[in-house]
């Protein structure tokens, strides 16, 4: 297995610049890129022979690899443009009541806490995130938080795989046990899941989980999926209506009117580029990159990791300020400035009552580079000298 800064050519990314926020968005290889391209100019070749004849197939050969590599049955699986599109369905779909309660954390990504607010006051109901303390020392820090916080009221629990903000590793299946036997469903938002951790679904024990291609896997933006429990397929809809409407569970998803599914029928090519680059090895080469670049940044600069090392994954967070929380908007324009200014991509956040930088161990980067970033990003933020 190759892989480092040679071969950034791979993905056609911008060679001046360190790429370090993999996490955010993905980066597609021009060989994914080529397959879109392909399906794309099938399509346009016979639009009508394509939708009505080749896509039924095509699709559900899709939902045969992913189960394939995500576990489950091909028709517990369908597809959605994102995991937030994935949480949107789940939260739609659940019947809330005033004085219900869904159940979440602060690690929750920000546009899955406003999905969970609207439906709530829609129906009365309560959003209740659960704050963490950090740096987090054990995975009974997450699990214990989560517990107490939960009461009788709760409808819905809403957990990162791997969360946004500070890329902790949840303890998913111990959680999903627990709420498991007490009949509270979990949705496990697995957006930094698949091509990230491992994914089984049978292992997991969630009742929905939802996870993106297009990050960790490679697969083109608007790419993900989307698992249902058997038992409880029945009462998921998709945000679009269509023909499929009444048919069942896969056919109500397959169609949700035209629309250029290339990015969905690319996913297969993602998963043969993750395997044909190491697969599980890669996933752990990719961890012990973002780990080693801590440990580096860590005795050199004084950043605080989130988490120990069996909790991070693929992608880190270190504290970068402790005495207070950037905004939002002081966030992102740091991010402009050390991209400007330093060459550097990289995710900044701020939970927990500190700033946090987050950076991403992909197939095009190694230690050196992650390194070289935590550094540009300590110096740019250092006070000048008057």
């Not at 369908?78 to 937030?84: G, K, L, P, S, W």
């Not at 693929?314 to 402009?336: F, G, K, N, Y």
């Not at 330093?342 to 500190?354: F, L, M, Q, R, Y």
Request: net charge negative; hydrophobic share 40%; glycine share 8%.
């Amino acid at each position: 297995m190759s892989d480092g800064t040679h071969r950034l050519s791979d993905f056609g990314l911008d060679p001046t610049l360190i790429h370090a926020n993999h996490g955010s968005y993905g980066a597609v290889p021009l060989v994914i890129r080529t397959t879109q391209h392909r399906i794309q100019a099938e399509l346009d070749a016979n639009p009508t022979g394509f939708f009505r004849d080749r896509y039924p197939e095509l699709i559900r050969a899709a939902a045969s690899r992913v189960a394939g590599f995500l576990g489950g049955d091909p028709e517990d699986w369908v597809f959605v443009d994102n995991a937030t599109a994935g949480v949107n369905t789940v939260l739609a779909c659940t019947r809330l009541h005033p004085g219900d309660e869904v159940l979440t954390t602060d690690q929750a990504y920000g546009a899955v806490k406003k999905v969970i607010a609207h439906h709530c006051s829609r129906n009365d109901a309560r959003s209740v995130a659960v704050k963490l303390k950090l740096p987090i020392t054990s995975p009974s820090d997450v699990f214990e938080a989560v517990v107490a916080a939960a009461t009788t009221k709760a409808k819905l629990v809403v957990l990162d795989h791997v969360s946004s903000p500070c890329g902790i590793v949840f303890p998913v299946a111990e959680l999903c046990s627990y709420f498991g036997q007490r009949g509270i469903p979990v949705l496990v938002d697995g957006a930094h899941g698949p091509g990230n951790v491992e994914v089984d679904t049978a292992s997991i024990g969630a009742d929905f989980y939802t996870g993106n291609a297009h990050k960790w896997l490679c697969a083109p933006p608007g790419a993900a999926m989307l698992w249902c429990r058997r038992e409880r397929q029945r009462q998921l809809k998709p945000l679009i209506l269509s023909h499929g409407h009444g048919a069942g569970f896969t056919q109500a998803f397959d169609w949700p009117g035209t629309r250029d599914p290339s990015a969905w029928l690319s996913i297969p090519a993602a998963i043969d580029f993750h395997l044909e680059n190491g697969g599980a090895q890669l996933r752990e080469r990719n961890r012990k990159t973002a780990l080693d670049a801590a440990q580096r940044l860590s005795d050199e600069c004084d950043y605080v990791p989130v988490a120990p090392s069996d909790l991070q994954s693929s992608m880190i967070a270190l504290r970068l300020l402790s005495d207070r929380e950037l905004t939002p908007v002081e966030c992102a324009a740091l991010q402009h400035r050390l991209q400007a200014e330093e060459d550097v991509v990289v995710a900044i956040t701020s939970v927990g009552g500190s700033t946090w930088l987050r950076l991403s161990a992909g197939l095009y980067t190694d230690a050196n580079d992650l390194t070289e970033a935590g550094r540009r990003v300590w110096k740019a933020i250092q006070p000048t000298n008057s």
